[in-house]
């Protein structure tokens, strides 16, 4: 079965620090993969998204992510994170070739940022 | 350039009830996706609408059911509510038939008592 899994709940990361977020995917081929925000009261913005190619993806708000097909991940990183970015962020796959395009998110990991 | 909209922003039902939600579309995009995000939860796909028609659905019952109109609005019903309906409703819209560049609106929270 399509899954997207996000192992960290909650994590607290000091302003200025760096920041990873885990993110793997189970499916049948290499889907189509994203990184969305949701703040409080807000929808979901887009962070960045992979289709194909080089497996390094820049994003908005100085994000990027990492393709890794051998382990199935799609890690998310800011090298110096800022207060405003303590949000809900979510990972999610959308099938290749499908007849539409849903997308699967996975559970969300929630970012605090600590001053 | 007006985003995604949805409206109502808040709702509160009884169970048993029927609810109608309502999705305006990004200029330009014809293609409308709904989710349902429990809370602590990602969102869920229920169905997707291209050109008035249901062209995927999620695992969601028959009770959960769609519409899109000519000027690619959206609604979504759902019948017969139940406690676990509660949840923010989430409308995204695309452009063309299959698009990977959905844009979220900020959602509906129903509240079934």
């Known amino acids: 079965a399509q899954s997207v899994t996000q192992p960290d709940i909650h994590i607290t990361v000091s302003e200025g620090a760096s920041l990873e977020l885990r993110c793997n995917y189970s499916?049948?081929?290499?889907?189509?993969l994203f990184w969305y925000v949701q703040s409080p009261g807000q929808g979901l913005q887009l962070l960045l998204k992979?289709?194909?190619?080089?497996?390094l993806v820049q994003g908005i708000k100085g994000f990027e992510a990492e393709f890794k097909r051998s382990q199935s991940s799609f890690n998310l990183r800011k090298p110096s994170v800022h207060w405003s970015d303590a949000a809900e962020y979510f990972c999610?796959?959308?099938?290749?070739?499908?007849?539409?395009?849903?997308?699967?998110f996975g559970s969300g990991t929630r970012l605090s940022i600590r001053p | 350039d007006a985003g995604v909209t949805q409206s109502p922003t808040h709702l509160i039902k009884t169970r048993g009830q029927q609810v109608t939600l309502r999705c305006s579309p990004k200029?330009?995009?014809?293609?409308v996706s709904w989710y349902q995000q429990a809370l602590g939860q990602g969102p869920q796909f229920i169905f997707q609408?291209?050109?008035?028609?249901?062209?995927q659905r999620g695992n969601f019952p028959d009770r959960f059911s769609g519409h899109q109109f000519p000027n690619y609005s959206s609604e979504l019903n759902v019948n017969a509510l139940l406690l676990g309906d509660s949840a923010l409703y989430l409308c995204?819209?695309?452009?063309?038939?299959?698009?990977?560049?959905?844009?979220f609106g900020p959602g509906t929270r129903l509240t079934v008592t």
């Open positions: 995204a819209s695309s452009e063309g038939r299959i698009s990977y560049e959905q844009y």
């Open positions: 499916y049948g081929a290499t889907p189509y």
């Open positions: 992979y289709f194909s190619g080089d497996t």
């Open positions: 999610a796959v959308s099938p290749q070739y499908s007849s539409a395009s849903k997308i699967i």
């Open positions: 200029s330009g995009h014809d293609t």
């Open positions: 609408y291209y050109e008035e028609e249901e062209r």
